[in-house]
């Protein structure tokens, strides 16, 4: 007796510790969505299309500035007037050894500040632009989709966490149950209407029934941990998670963001072949420089300056334009048979899950009907015991009967929520 005490104190105890802090579902998704890397990832990708436009911007409309500066030395050997003589810079040479000064001009001194400023930029930034919005939409999707199947993944951890604890509250309390029995059978015992074998059954029950308890128990704490895991939560709390009741989601039809992933996709490509033409179009630039440019010796009257426009025009690159534009064809073609494929296999997957949650409604109000009647019994074999009336059996075997009912109603409610959960995923 004093063995079957100690250890429901122990199981109580350790409900308590359960019980010490709730938390919700919405706690869990938002961790998930505050510790993802995908969602930082895609936070900070925007950041890079905006720097990636500021930095086009200045590319096109700002000047290009820089530093030109190089000194070149051809020095000769002079044999004029039949003397030889080492010059580091000819002045005038006809009969001499070293490079050409025709080609040399005796060295070559640069130092210039020049500068080229691109002009009719406007419709080239526009393109820029149009691509960064592209490439922010789609960013902007990708942050939906990865917050809607955190919460499907968080949803679908939950409720494994939430079914072991109802697992080890069922196993608890059919312990309270047959240790109320046990208690009265210790009576009847005493009193020599029931045999001490009977309640050596009643004890091994109990302690089976504890070891039940401990593993789900354990299950619990183990699930709860893969869920900290998935949401980034670092703690080693053992919080009792709040009940869930999922939904079903109205159906989306026009909407869906998923579609709206290929959409956004087909976009994409037609932006990227709008860059890649940019090349073909006309550039127009103003150059100018200021500075030293001298051959032989400089001097300070060979300061001075320039300027001109220059026009790069790719007219020919052996029909390059015209493959390419054939590969973002194929790329939308490709993206249109994808988009086809997932809505085909969206809706065959959605009617799927509805087909299988309309068959475990029906089992389970069956179930709870079967289970209904085992509750009667047991109340019937409960006052049957106090009379001395029942045998230890087969009140044993009714409460295994009652526990793997109680156990089947619990799976079927609880594939019921994962049900609705992964439907409420593709129905977005």
Request: glycine share 4%; charged share 25%.
């Amino acid at each position: 007796m004093k063995k079957i005490v100690i250890s429901l104190m122990l199981l109580i105890a350790d409900l308590f510790i359960i019980n010490a802090q709730e938390r919700d579902i919405d706690f869990y998704i938002g961790h998930a969505k505050e510790n993802s890397p995908l969602i930082n990832q895609a936070e900070n990708e925007k950041k890079i299309v905006s720097l990636d436009l500021q930095q086009m911007n200045r590319i096109l409309y700002k000047p290009e500035i820089n530093v030109i500066s190089g000194f070149t030395f051809s020095p000769i050997i002079t044999r004029d007037d039949n003397t030889r003589s080492f010059h580091l810079v000819s002045e005038g040479a006809t009969d001499y050894i070293g490079h050409d000064l025709a080609l040399t001009d005796g060295g070559q001194y640069q130092a210039l500040v020049s500068m080229r400023q691109p002009l009719l930029s406007g419709s080239k930034y526009r393109a820029y632009v149009n691509k960064a919005d592209i490439s922010h939409q789609i960013n902007e999707n990708n942050i939906t989709l990865t917050i809607h199947e955190l919460e499907q993944v968080v949803g679908y951890q939950y409720l494994l966490c939430i079914r072991s604890l109802k697992e080890s509250e069922n196993s608890l309390s059919l312990i309270r149950n047959l240790k109320a029995q046990y208690e009265l059978i210790q009576k009847l015992v005493e009193n020599g209407v029931y045999k001490q074998t009977d309640l050596m059954l009643m004890q091994i029950e109990l302690e089976n029934y504890n070891l039940e308890y401990k593993g789900y128990k354990a299950e619990y704490i183990s699930n709860l941990y893969d869920l900290n895991l998935i949401c980034g939560i670092s703690d080693t709390i053992v919080a009792r998670l709040q009940d869930v009741d999922f939904k079903i989601n109205p159906k989306t039809v026009v909407k869906s963001m998923f579609l709206a992933g290929f959409k956004l996709d087909s976009l994409n490509i037609l932006s990227d072949q709008a860059v890649n033409e940019l090349k073909y179009k006309p550039q127009l630039d103003l150059i100018a420089d200021a500075g030293l440019n001298a051959a032989y010796l400089p001097y300070p009257r060979r300061l001075g300056l320039s300027a001109g426009l220059a026009l790069t025009w790719n007219i020919f690159d052996g029909h390059q334009k015209n493959i390419q534009r054939e590969k973002s064809t194929v790329n939308l073609q490709t993206l249109e048979f994808r988009k086809s494929n997932f809505m085909t296999q969206n809706e065959i997957s959605r009617n799927k899950i509805l087909n299988q949650i309309n068959s475990v409604k029906e089992r389970i109000m069956l179930n709870e009907m079967q289970t209904d009647k085992y509750k009667h019994l047991a109340e019937a074999y409960s006052k049957e015991l106090s009379l001395g009336e029942a045998s230890i059996m087969d009140f044993k075997n009714l409460l295994k009967d009652i526990a793997a009912k109680n156990q089947e109603l619990l799976q079927l409610r609880m594939e019921k929520q994962f049900f609705i959960n992964s439907y409420n995923y593709l129905n977005f």
